[in-house]
T-cell receptor, first 112, second 115 residues
Framework: RKEVEQDPGPFNVPEGATVAFNCTYSNSASQSFFWYRQDCRKEPKLLMSVYSSGNEDGRFTAQLNRASQYISLLIRDSKLSDSATYLCVVNGDSGNTGKLIFGQGTTLQVKP | GAGVSQSPSNKVTEKGKDVELRCDPISGHTALYWYRQRLGQGLEFLIYFQGNSAPDKSGLPSDRFSAERTGESVSTLTIQRTQQEDSAVYLC?????????????FGPGTRLTVL
């Protein structure tokens, strides 16, 4: 079983749609959770951290369910510029090394 | 300020040759990470440096892979006797210090193709 699992998609949605991505992780000791965005042939960049209480940044909402080891990302009012691959990321050990474990990524294509 | 830089951006080599990939982290960042991304896959952790030491090398796939860091700055990843399965994008990231909470800043990667 992969340590971080995501549906690879692609998700094809029209502009203005709401879309949700899900992710599960296997290490119950993980302490930090993130969504990174990766554009085609570019490096990943942090989109947002994910907190237990849930957090929102503009059109983006992230949720964490520790009991189910499940993370989600909701994008409202999708824009063409949201087209990218979204990587679910968890810290990879119970220590403090910062080692990250990445999911395969979910590809989003927003159409006009 | 300057971000993480990597060189070369692209490298094509023949099977069996050795290659060296370079990473220049953001100035002052003490933690440095190497990852590998195969086509259509997520990133795989390779190795982590804190300063010039590598406390976690658990992701290096074989003894053909090695890395070093000097001056708490530049890092080089060396792959000896390259194989076709080594073809991937090799990404370097840095953070001000190692912490499970820190954002990692990635370089643009080196795209390695082994023929």
């Amino acid at each position: 079983r992969k340590e971080v699992e995501q549906d690879p998609g692609p998700f094809n949605v029209p502009e203005g749609a709401t879309v949700a991505f899900n992710c599960t992780y296997s290490n119950s000791a993980s302490q930090s959770f993130f969504w990174y965005r990766q554009d085609c042939r570019k490096e990943p960049k942090l989109l947002m951290s994910v907190y237990s209480s849930g957090n929102e940044d503009g059109r983006f909402t992230a949720q964490l369910n520790r009991a189910s080891q499940y993370i989600s990302l909701l994008i409202r009012d999708s824009k063409l510029s949201d087209s990218a691959t979204y990587l679910c990321v968890v810290n990879g050990d119970s220590g403090n090394t910062g080692k990250l474990i990445f999911g395969q990524g979910t590809t989003l294509q927003v159409k006009p | 300020g300057a971000g993480v830089s990597q060189s070369p951006s692209n490298k094509v080599t023949e099977k069996g040759k050795d290659v060296e990939l370079r990473c220049d982290p953001i100035s002052g960042h003490t933690a440095l990470y190497w990852y590998r991304q195969r086509l259509g896959q997520g990133l795989e952790f390779l190795i982590y440096f804190q300063g010039n030491s590598a406390p976690d090398k658990s992701g290096l796939p074989s003894d053909r892979f090695s890395a070093e860091r000097t001056g708490e700055s530049v890092s080089t990843l060396t792959i000896q006797r390259t194989q076709q399965e080594d073809s991937a994008v090799y990404l370097c990231a840095s953070t001000p210090h190692s912490s499970f909470q820190n954002e990692q800043f990635f370089g643009p990667g080196t795209r390695l193709t082994v023929l």
